[in-house]
T-cell receptor, first 113, second 116 residues
Framework: DAGITQSPRHKVTETGTPVTLRCHQT?????MYWYRQDPGHGLRLIHY???????DKGEVSDGYSVSRSKTEDFLLTLESATSSQTSVYFC????????????FGEGSRLTVL | AQKITQTQPGMFVQEKEAVTLDCTYD???????LFWYKQPSSGEMIFLIY??????QNATEGRYSLNFQKARKSANLVISASQLGDSAMYFC?????????????FGTGTSLTVIP
């Protein structure tokens, strides 16, 4: 299994508070992604990174920021959480060689009250 | 336009029967990849099968096969001899290349229930 860990795995917070989710990989993969999963929407890309300090927005990036200061860590920050950001968040990694498939972390369930 | 369309929100199949989960995609890139992932009730995302846009033959992985019809832009997943453990959500995904690397797009998923 790909070495990807997400923390925290579960979090309950209140509207307006900042939240940071961490994704850590031990695979030295170049590409890292943050998705959110909501019923009826599948997985939607929030932000992704194509190298250290190199990030770009996905289709649902509003209200989220990311940082990647090291190859192994990709942080997702909600500056001021809203109830619409209640979701399950998945981190994923990939490389461009072979099939280039995505390897997923276990997911982080965030509830914003 | 949706990049990936899965039109079956839910499917039922009898144990030991085969089932086809539909997926259509939309891209103008000549080079792309198609994937299927399984998400059991425990929540993890499990990679099942991959098909490259230039692959001439349909991909197979054990009981999983991908029915790739390029002209129709469809990439249906066929599960043969269904088992109770196949009950899960199934997601179709497509990878496109961009100047900053790979972009992945997912469908909304199909919930498969295997009936004993």
């Amino acid at each position: 299994d790909a070495g990807i860990t997400q923390s925290p795995r579960h979090k309950v917070t209140e509207t307006g508070t900042p939240v940071t989710l961490r994704c850590h990989q031990t695979e030295n993969h170049r590409y890292m992604y943050w998705y959110r999963q909501d019923p009826g929407h599948g997985l939607r890309l929030i932000h992704y990174s194509y190298g250290v300090k190199d990030t770009d927005k996905g289709e649902v990036s509003d209200g989220y920021s990311v940082s990647r200061s090291k190859t192994e860590d990709f942080l997702l920050t909600l500056e001021s959480a809203t109830s619409s950001q209640t979701s399950v968040y998945f981190c994923a990694i990939s490389e461009q060689e072979n099939t280039g498939e995505l390897f997923f972390g276990e997911g982080s369930r965030l509830t914003v009250l | 336009a949706q990049k990936i369309t899965q039109t079956q929100p839910g499917m039922f199949v009898q144990e030991k029967e085969a089932v086809t989960l539909d997926c259509t995609y939309d891209t103008s890139d000549p080079s792309y990849g198609l994937f299927w992932y399984k998400q059991p009730s425990s929540g993890e995302m499990i990679f099942l099968i991959y098909q490259g846009s230039y692959d001439q033959q349909n991909a197979t992985e054990g009981r999983y096969s991908l029915n790739f019809q390029k002209a129709r832009k469809s990439a249906n997943l066929v599960i043969s001899a269904s088992q109770l453990g196949d009950s899960a959500m199934y997601f179709c995904a497509m990878r496109e290349e961009s100047r900053t690397g790979n972009q992945f797009y997912f469908g909304t998923g199909t919930s498969l229930t295997v009936i004993p």
